[in-house]
Structure formats: structure tokens, C-alpha cells
């Protein structure tokens, strides 16, 4: 059996991962096409396990960054942009138990995704860790309609973060040879770096294993998530904060852009991608390019779009946030959960000065900024004296990310191949 990754891996505009094989894509009006839209409640072949906070004991604090998500979340909770959908096409001779078996291990082995989500008296949000239970994905046949009625119903699934669970699952047979899983989980446990790097590299071991008769030798986890966000709550960050606030001092709220359109006070949640593809030469250029200016490729690219973005704003002081894994201990990077942060790069853009001088003052600003990035933007907006308009991003209404955290490739052949 082999994992097929499929041709592109599309990352919208909430750090999410959608799949796409063959015409079955999901566009940014969050719907699949063709196909149809109706949203639909889970599908009972869909393993969800759920546990009420009551019954698990004292809740624990949250992260910040999930309780950015848990009052996105309260704001309105049919919103479906926050959820992480992942599809996985098997082709060959699969093992339907022991792939059952290799996500229970995932879900056992991860405290994050068993959490659900709730409130003190005193309306402070706190989560609570439910024990492992056996997640079952029996194989459900499929024709050409029902696959794409399935996919619509799975991708808009609405997650209750009070009842649980926190992610959906489901196994499809498309023939006897050719299935799909589709895996599901909401933004306030996970982040693109536990998909891509930590869940699909311990599927595939897991598989493998349980293919062979074995247990996994999967790395023992000398932390959870809720041990992170203890720790950040508990963590003194009044030197981060402060240069927050001397960095973003006087700063302008605002980039408005020239548009053909007036832009609506209230954004809508309509989007779209476009993709840009640059020559291997451009890029190989580009990189000794900023080598020979000390820089990596995210400075020099950062660099531009400031340049481009002063000249069609016509200001020379501007942020642009970014975002970053956050894992600076070794102890995070195999952990599911929810680490991604922002940080707000502010750009002083002075058209007379030499591109070496530019690229200097990027560098010297995004190193700084890294070396305090693990004051949450939240925080930072605080520090900032920042205030939301609207529904527009505060600080960082563009956002230029560069996604270089290890991926795992699922080309290596399994047991039944």
C-alpha cells in the first residue's frame, strides 16, 4: 500500500491544509465544487467520541492563542474558516484496522485532541482533557454523488468545542482498491506543523507497525499541550512586551489599499487564491541574491513587499505580520496542538536609500522581532495600545508567511503495497 499526497496541498488564508484530487476542490467560498452546498450534521460513520467538561475534573488554563480562537469561536460558532481539514488518498491493499488502530494511537498519544472547551464561574475559559477512546473508521462505499456530498458535509463540519470532539474522521471506499480518509480537526488544537509534520509522520509509522504486528516505536512525549500553555500563562514576558510597545510606538494603524471597490466595514468570508509559479533559475538567484546580503529569502521577499506595498499606500512606515511555528523548545516540536503566533513587522521604507541598506534594516527587524516572539499577538496589540476596526485585522491587515517547517512525505511503500 502507498499514501498518495496527491498534486498540490492548497494553504488558505487561516493557516488550514485542503486537499485536493482530481475536480474536487474546495475554493475560498468554503464550499466543494461541483457538488453541493447544503451544510449538513456529521455523519454517523464519522467517528466523533464526546465527554462533558463536568465529568473530567477541574478545567485547566488556556493558551492564548486558544483563547483567541475559543472567542472567534463564541463570536459566531457556525463560522467553519477555522477548520483543518486533511484528505489522504490510499491506493493498494489496505488495512482498514490496522489505519483504525494507527489514528487511535494519534488521538491516545495527543491530550489535544481530546480536549474540549469550557467556562469558570467567573466566565474564564479553561479546557479539560477527556481519556483516549478507540476511534473507528469503517470503510463506507462511495459513488461519484455520494463522495462529494460526503466531502461538503465533512468540510463544513460546525465543531462544538463545549460537547466535543474536537476532530472528525472518516474512512471512504472508493473502490477495492482506492480509499480516502478524511481527518478534521478545529484550529484551537492543532496548527498546519501537527498536520504536516507530526500527524502524517505518525500515521505512517503507526501503519507500518500495526501492518507488521508490532506496537509503534513512536517517541515518548515528555509534554502535552496543556503543560504549554501553563507554562505561557505563568511566563513573564514584560521585557517581550516591551519592545513590542517601543517598536510599534506612534505607529499608524491601517494599510489601506487602492481598490476598485469600497471595501464593506464588515469583511465577508469570500476569498480566492492566486498562485504564482517563479522559475527554479529565479529562485536560485534569489538566493544567492540574499546571501550575499546576509539575508535568507523571507527578508529579501519581505523587503519587496514592503517596497510594493509603500508605493501603492504612499506610506513609508508600514507593518506586515507574519507568522511563526513558535515551537522554540525541542520539547514542542512533536506535539499536536495549537503553537502559530503573529508578529507584527514594522517596515520603514525610504525609496532613496540603496536596496543594501533596506535589506540591512529588514534583517536587523525580523531577527529582532524573533528574538521576541514569544509574546502572543494578543499581548502585543495590548502593548500596542491597538484597537480592532471592524472586522479588519488590527496592525496586520497583510500578512506575509513562509511555511519551511519540515513536511513528511508519504512516498515510502508500506506493508500490503
Avoid at 16 to 36: C, M, Q, Y
Avoid at 142 to 149: C, H, K, P, W, Y
Avoid at 212 to 218: D, G, I, K
Avoid at 377 to 394: D, K, S, T, V, Y
Wanted: hydrophobic fraction near 40%; aromatic fraction near 6%.
Amino acid at each position: 500500500m502507498a499514501v498518495e499526497e496527491g498534486p498540490c496541498v492548497r494553504v488558505t488564508s487561516h493557516s488550514l491544509l485542503v486537499r485536493e484530487e482530481g475536480d474536487i476542490v474546495r475554493d475560498g467560498t468554503t464550499s466543494v465544487r461541483p457538488g453541493v452546498r447544503a451544510a449538513a450534521p456529521s455523519l454517523p460513520e464519522e467517528s466523533e467520541a464526546a465527554a462533558l467538561p463536568e465529568q473530567l475534573g477541574e478545567g485547566r488554563p488556556l493558551s492564548w492563542f486558544q483563547e483567541r480562537m475559543w472567542l472567534h469561536h463564541q463570536r459566531d460558532s457556525e463560522n467553519t474558516s477555522y477548520n483543518l481539514p486533511l484528505l489522504l488518498l490510499v491506493e493498494g491493499d489496505l488495512d482498514a484496522a490496522a489505519l483504525e488502530r494507527s489514528v487511535s494511537e494519534i488521538v491516545a498519544r495527543h491530550e489535544s485532541l481530546r480536549t474540549v472547551y469550557g467556562q469558570t464561574p467567573k466566565g474564564e475559559p479553561v479546557q479539560f482533557v477527556a481519556p483516549p477512546q478507540r476511534v473507528r473508521l469503517p470503510p463506507v462505499a462511495v459513488d461519484r454523488a455520494q463522495l462529494l456530498a460526503r466531502l461538503e458535509r465533512h468540510l463544513e463540519h460546525r465543531f462544538d468545542l463545549r460537547g466535543g470532539p474536537i476532530f472528525i474522521a472518516s474512512l471512504l471506499r472508493l473502490s477495492a482498491d482506492r480509499h480516502l480518509l478524511l481527518f478534521n480537526v478545529h484550529h484551537i488544537a492543532a496548527d498546519a506543523w501537527s498536520l504536516r509534520t507530526v500527524f502524517l509522520a505518525e500515521l505512517q509509522s503507526a501503519y507500518a507497525a500495526y501492518c507488521r504486528a508490532e506496537s509503534p516505536a513512536l517517541p515518548r512525549l515528555v509534554a502535552q499541550y496543556t503543560d504549554y500553555a501553563a507554562r505561557q500563562r505563568g511566563r513573564d514576558m514584560s521585557k517581550d512586551l516591551e519592545y513590542w510597545r517601543q517598536t510599534l510606538e506612534d505607529y499608524e494603524d491601517g494599510l489601506d489599499l487602492p481598490t476598485e471597490h469600497t471595501r464593506r466595514t464588515k469583511s465577508g468570508m469570500t476569498s480566492a487564491t492566486f498562485v504564482q509559479r517563479y522559475s527554479s533559475e529565479f529562485a536560485l538567484e534569489l538566493e544567492r541574491f540574499s546571501r550575499r546580503h546576509g539575508c535568507t529569502i523571507f527578508m529579501t521577499l519581505l523587503a519587496a513587499l514592503g517596497v510594493t506595498l509603500s508605493r501603492y499606500t504612499n506610506r513609508d512606515d508600514l507593518c506586515i505580520g507574519t507568522t511563526t511555528s513558535n515551537r522554540t523548545e525541542v520539547e514542542l516540536e512533536p506535539l499536536i496542538g495549537f503553537f502559530v503566533n503573529i508578529l507584527p513587522l514594522r517596515l520603514r521604507i525610504d525609496e532613496e536609500s540603496s536596496v543594501g541598506a533596506l535589506l540591512k534594516a529588514v534583517r536587523t527587524q525580523v531577527l529582532a522581532a524573533f528574538d521576541h516572539q514569544s509574546a502572543p499577538f494578543e499581548l502585543i496589540l495590548q502593548a500596542a495600545g491597538g484597537a480592532r476596526r471592524g472586522n479588519a485585522n488590527p496592525l496586520v491587515p497583510v500578512i506575509m508567511r513562509h511555511q519551511n517547517f519540515p513536511h513528511t512525505s508519504l512516498r515510502a511503500p508500506c506493508p500490503g503495497e
